[in-house]
């Protein structure tokens, strides 16, 4: 539905609205009789002189022109009333909303800069699930009183992306995906471990507030398994296929030592504000913390997950295979794309074509470079010859670093805005870098430089010329450069500061990739191959993630499209159909954001000509920061309209 198409069917959408129009119809039809009876009694053959009636036609046209221009004002200040009413209440129910989900969500409140509820986790009960579901339809029914049509156009922005996020969650909601809260490579159980990097530790208070919080980890880790012995009953669980990978993610996060936990770091460099006679006591309750309620915890939740969950779940990959499965895939493909009527039949078709199509690019590629031999040996080559790894993690790191500082010195030239935060490159955590992938972005909380993981875990898996592509994608110009500009977003709700439609991030991601082309990044036929690898891994997701979710790709059969298709590692094809495997829907974003991006551009590339600025361009684009795609092309139109008139 259009955000900014005014409800016609809805009688209670405005209540200013509905006695706008009878108002002004009610002083029309007085001036029309007062008119009529003047002029009436005034008339000549009625006993009036022609002065008269000359004079009483002067005076009632001024009494007429005086009478409408006071109709426009009131019709005019009716609707500035009813703009500032529904401004104003679409500004409480923002405040209303971020409030009930920083109740609601203590680990998201602290990610977004709110420290006041740092002393507790959240509570995840099926009550407590089913609170959040009545909230949210409360908060969306009081969105549907509010005329969209009358509110400026930022804000009129702001409506489209609240009513798409809530109108989600309700969606997704009936599918109770909190029975599984886990997927191959993350979940409640690996947030746990680096929730001390979004905590406010800077007074005794904070780090009082920041031990509440890790005493309350086992009753969190408690509600958790209840819910996954829920989705056992019910059988909304994980595929039995997949959970030895997810088991060695558990396996890394068993600590014996207090000092080994990362949830210990911030008791070992304490900041000046915490006074020298409180760290002995408060290093103490964060031993027995962790000793007490930590490490106890996870040991809890490896015995579960080794012994009950593992062995009980279910044999089948598909999503569709799960109760109501068909409906819960087709509800996470339309929230992955944020296209409302696109189908899994659709996306898999645009898959095969891309696969086709990027396919002839790769073919010309390696008729370039001379190679003796097929397709398949020169994937080969690629993924066994030792001229394309490194030895050593710091090499990785180092080289992934020198690449991203490259792509800094040229963003002026593609951005006419950049922002201010600045970012770091680091490895993948330890813990988690055997099941996770190459790399990712990590913004970390408001204020703090974001992270650019690369994963250095199985080097000779890591290739060189993959790097270019997941630097552009991972740091600058992709979800760095995104995300910065978006928590640097002024007069907006605070919703939209981390909002992130996946559609459009991803998509923003794969696109900054194929930039890295005029960015002069890709320096040699191998790292262009590289670029057109992750591209084509990106196209087979389209592919794979619905075939397997509809229930006709094996898990051995999505390896080997992805085995054929890309120069991915062995092990990096793994873990990927796992994940797509674990998080359904998830992997269409990339594709069909990208796809939309480039239209746009070449939309405004045609339109435009000669006066089309790539920096205007890409500015457009992320202007508003995290947007649907509808939202994204209504952007577009808009930016093409106003470079016309200029």
């Known amino acids: 539905m259009d955000p900014g198409r005014r409800r016609e069917d809805d009688w209670k959408f405005n209540a200013i609205a509905r006695f706008r129009f009878p108002l002004c119809q009610i002083l ?23 002065t008269k009636a000359m004079s009483l036609k002067s005076f009632t046209f001024r009494a007429s022109m005086l009478l409408m221009l006071l109709t426009q004002a009131a019709w005019a200040q009716s609707n500035e009333t009813a703009a500032a009413g529904a401004a104003a209440q679409l500004t409480q129910l923002f405040a209303d909303e971020r409030e009930a989900y920083w109740t609601s969500e203590p680990l998201a409140a602290s990610g977004e800069g709110v420290h006041r509820f740092d002393d507790r986790l959240p509570t995840v009960t099926p009550a ?81 507030r920041y031990l509440a919080r890790l005493r309350d980890v086992p009753r969190y880790f408690d509600e958790n398994i209840s819910n996954m012995r829920l989705g056992l009953k019910d059988g909304f669980t994980l595929p039995r296929e997949i959970l030895d990978g997810v088991a060695a993610v558990i396996a890394g996060e068993q600590f014996t030592e207090v000092n080994d936990s990362p949830l210990f770091a911030p008791f070992e460099n304490y900041p000046i504000g915490v006074p020298v006679a409180e760290r002995a006591r408060l290093t103490k309750a964060a031993e027995i913390a962790i000793r007490s309620s930590i490490i106890p915890a996870y040991a809890k939740f490896q015995q579960f997950f080794k012994s009950e969950y593992q062995p009980k779940a279910r044999r089948t990959i598909a999503a569709s295979a799960l109760p109501g499965g068909k409906e819960y895939y087709a509800d996470l493909a339309r929230y992955f794309t944020t296209l409302p009527d696109v189908t ?173 082309i005029e960015i002069g990044l890709y320096k040699t036929p191998y790292e262009n191959f590289g670029r057109l690898s992750y591209e084509m891994w990106r196209a087979c997701r389209l592919v794979v993630d619905t075939g ?50 480039w239209a746009l551009r070449h939309r405004a590339q045609a339109a435009l000509g000669t006066d089309f600025d790539i920096r205007d361009f890409h500015d457009a684009v992320l202007a508003n920061g995290g947007v649907t795609l509808p939202v994204l092309e209504a952007q577009i139109e808009s930016y093409i309209a106003l470079k016309k008139v200029e």
Do not use: C
């Open 344 to 516: 899994p039949e659709q996306i898999h078709q645009i898959g095969l074509d891309e696969v086709k199509r990027i396919r002839t690019e790769m073919d010309s590629i390696i008729r370039e470079l001379k190679f003796k031999g097929s397709f398949a040996d020169f994937l080969t080559f690629l993924r066994t010859d030792p001229q394309f790894y490194v030895s050593t993690p710091d090499e990785l790191v180092r080289e992934a670093s020198w690449l991203a500082k490259q792509v800094d010195g040229r963003l002026p030239e593609f951005f006419g805005h950049l922002p201010r935060t600045p970012y770091g490159v680091r490895p993948v955590p330890s813990a988690i870098a055997p099941n996770y992938t190459a790399g990712r972005y990590n913004g970390g909380a408001p204020g703090a430089a974001g992270q650019y993981w690369v994963n250095t875990y199985a080097l000779n898996t890591r290739a060189l010329y993959m790097l270019p592509a997941l630097t552009l994608h991972e740091a600058v110009p992709g979800h760095h450069l995104q995300t910065a500009i978006a928590r640097e977003l002024v007069d907006v709700p605070a919703f939209r500061l981390n909002f992130y439609p996946h559609a459009f991030g991803e998509g923003w991601g794969l696109y900054a990739e194929k930039l890295g």
């Open 128 to 208: 407590s699930q089913g609170v959040r579901l009545k909230t949210d339809q409360a908060l969306f029914a009081r969105l549907q009183l509010i005329d969209a049509k009358t509110l400026p156009a930022q804000a009129q922005v702001s409506y489209a992306l609240f009513e798409f996020m809530l109108r989600q969650r309700i969606v997704l909601a009936r599918h109770r995906e909190w029975r599984m809260p886990l997927n191959s490579d993350s979940g409640f159980h690996a947030d746990i471990l680096y929730m001390h990097e979004n905590a406010e530790l800077r007074t005794v208070a904070d780090f009082d």
């Open 548 to 597: 397997i979710h509809s229930g006709a790709m094996t898990r051995d059969q999505a390896r080997a499209y992805l085995s054929s298709n890309t120069s991915l590692s062995a092990h990096e094809i793994a873990t990927e159909i796992d994940r797509y495997i674990a998080w359904p829907g998830q992997a269409l974003a990339y594709k069909i954001g990208e796809l939309k991006i």
């Open 28 to 50: 029309a039809m007085r001036l029309a009789f007062t008119r009529h009876w003047l002029y009436r009694f005034w008339r000549p053959d009625l006993g009036g002189s022609d």
